[in-house]
């Protein structure tokens, strides 16, 4: 039997299906540090978010253009990030969120709704 493939089939259409689970872990990553509520009170630099919060600044920034890219956060100008209306409902106190918990768990398996 032979493996017959189609003329458009590429392999960046594997890759990127694993984008939902990349993006999930760093959606659950900043829920987790409480990026939205640090960025409440206006934009901060990646090294001031990570000198505050006791993480390595290279990966918290990798993790900020992510979900920049998503539109969860804005980098307002080079390495300084601000909320936006999405990264509004990661606040604590927001009506209907319940924190990184809500998110699932780092491997992406669904919230338990017991």
């Given amino acids: ?23 999930h872990q760093a959606l659950y990553s900043a ?16 090294s001031d978010l990570a000198r505050n919060l006791n993480v390595n600044e290279s990966a918290l920034y990798r993790i900020l253009r992510l979900l920049a890219s998503q539109s969860v956060f804005e980098e307002k100008s080079p390495r300084t990030f601000a909320n936006t209306e999405l990264s509004h409902f990661l606040c604590t106190g927001v ?8 998110l699932g768990t780092p491997d992406g398996s ?4 017991g």
């Avoid at 409480?34 to 990646?46: F, H, T, V, Y």
């Fill in 1 to 23: 039997m032979s493996l017959q493939t189609s003329s458009t089939a590429t392999p960046w259409q594997l890759l990127g299906m694993t984008n939902g689970l990349i993006i």
């Fill in 31 to 46: 829920a987790k540090l409480g990026i939205a509520d640090l960025l409440k009170e206006g934009p901060q630099s990646s």
């Fill in 95 to 102: 009506p209907g969120y319940d924190g990184p918990t809500g």
């Fill in 110 to 113: 669904a919230p338990y709704w």
